[in-house]
C-alpha cells in the first residue's frame, strides 16, 4: 500500500475555536484507511503549545490501550477534535514483560480499541490485519482469543498512525485557570535517554486521565525487590529476567492470577522432568478458573456499571471483592495446560518436583547468606506457619490503580470526595469538580481509576470502546458513536415499587412487602 499523506495538523496556533457540534447521527460510513506512520521515531517534536486564545478540546494524559482507544475514535469524528495524547514512554507498549509465547488475550478480538462502539472504523483488529495481509491467514485460523503478542502488534500500528499522539513527553501538573476557563497542563519532553530536553505548556477544555496501573509488591518484600542482587522479580519484567531466572536452581511463583499461572507454565516447560524444583503459593482458597459463562460475563457488561453505580458507596465496596471470579481467576485452558503438563511428568513414574500451594500467605522474608531468599509462611486455614528457602521470586500479585492526587495536587481544593477520599466519578467517567469549573463546559474523565464507583469491568479492554464512545458523546454533547441502550439479559436489580408497603403479588392482589 502506498503511503498516504498525513491530514493537516488541526493543532496549529492559527487554528480558530472549533465550531459547536451539529451532527446526530452515526460517523460518516466511508472513511478512508488510516494513514500510514509519518514519525521517524521517538521521542515526537514537541507539539505545538495551544494558547488560552486557541486551546485544545482534550488533552490525554497517559497512551495505554484505553487513551489509545479514545484517540482513536476522536480521530474518526466527523467534526473533528483538536486532541493531544501525552506519554513519557518512549513508544507504545503493552505487558512486554509478559508476552510469553503461546498465552492468549482473554477476551475475543472484538475487544480491540475501536469495534463494540464503531465496526466500521478504520483502526479496528480486522482492519489491521487487511493492512498487514494477515485477513485470510487469520480467517482460516478460526481464533476467536488472539495472542497477546498480536494484540500489542495491533496496538502499535494504531499507535504508530495516529497524528495525535506524542511519546517522549512526561506531564508534570494539572491546573484550573479560572481566568480563561481552562485547564493548563505543563509537560516536559524528554530525549531518547529519559533527560529533560524541552519545557510545553498547553491549554485545554477537557482531560482525559489514563495513568494506568503500576506493579503491586506485597509490603514484606519490598525490600527484596528493590535489591539489586536478588532475584525477586515482578511478573511485569519476567522476560526480561527469564533466562537469570531460569538459570536458578529453586524458583517460587507467588499469586494465582493468569499471570502467575502462565509464568509457572512457562517455567515448568523450560525445567528437565524430576528437577522441575518449582513453588507455587497463592493466597487465595484455590486455583480457581475465572469466571467465563455467558451469563457470568454480563457483569463486564454497560448494563452492570449502569446497576452498580446506582448503588450506595457501602454496598458498591461490599459487592467488588464477591465478584473477584470474573476477573481475578486463572484461564480454563490454562489450567488444563498445567495438569496436562504436570501429569506427562508421571508417565515414567514418580511425580515431579513442583509444589503447588493455595491458602498462603508470605508474612516476611530475607536474605539468606546474600544469595537465598528466605520466605516466612503461613496457612490461613491450618493456622500452620514455616519457612521456604529459594533462590529466585517471580511476583504475581497484580497491579494497582496509580493515584492521581500527585498529578492533580493542585485541583485538589477543587475535587469532591467519598467518605474514604477516593474521588467521585459521574456515570459519564468524569471527576466531581466544584461547580465553578463544570459549568464552563470543562471536565477531567478518567479511564481505568473508577473500579469503586463502576465495578469489576473497569480495568477490562471489552469495555474500552464502550467507555471512549460515552466520553466523546458527553464532551461533544451530541451522539456521534450511538450505544445500545441495553446489553445483558441479565437485570440486575429489581424495579422500583410505586407504594413503599405493597405490591402486586402474582394473583393480582397487594402483597405487603413489610409483614
Known sequence: MNPTPSPPDPRHPTRPDPPQPTRSGPP??????????TRSGPPQPT????????????VGIGIGPFNLSLAALAHGLPDPLDT???EQRPAFHWHPGQLIDGTRLQVPYLADLVTLADPTSPWSYLNHLRDQQRLYPFYFTERFHIPRADYDTYCRWVSDRLPSLHYGHQVDAVRWDPRHALFEVDFTQL????????LGRTHTRNIALGIGTAPYIPEPLRPLADAPTVPVIHAADYLT???????????TVIGSGQSGAEIFLDLLRARPARHEKLHWLARTEAFAPTEHSPLGLEHLTPDHIHYFHALPEPVRDRLAPALRQLHQGIDADTIAAIHDELYDRTRDGGWPDATLTPGVTVRTAGRLAGTKIELHLEHTQQGTRTRLTTDAVILATGYRERPLDQLLAA??????????GRPHIDPHYRLA???AITRTGSNIYVQNAERHTHGVGTPGLGLAAWRSATILNTLTGTNP??????????????????NDSTTPGPDGTLVDLKG
Open 28 to 37: 460518516h460510513p466511508t472513511r478512508p484507511d488510516p494513514p500510514q506512520p
Open 47 to 58: 507539539p505545538p503549545d495551544s494558547t488560552p486564545d486557541h486551546p485544545r478540546d482534550l
Open 84 to 86: 493531544a495524547f501525552y
Open 191 to 198: 530525549d531518547t535517554d529519559g533527560e529533560a530536553e524541552a
Open 241 to 251: 529476567h527469564r533466562q537469570r531466572l531460569l538459570a536458578a536452581d529453586h524458583i
Open 411 to 420: 485541583l485538589d481544593p477543587h475535587l469532591h470526595r467519598d467518605a474514604t
Open 433 to 435: 469538580l466544584d461547580p
Open 481 to 498: 458513536y450511538p450505544l445500545p441502550t441495553r446489553t445483558a439479559f441479565t437485570t440486575f436489580g429489581l424495579p422500583e415499587v410505586r
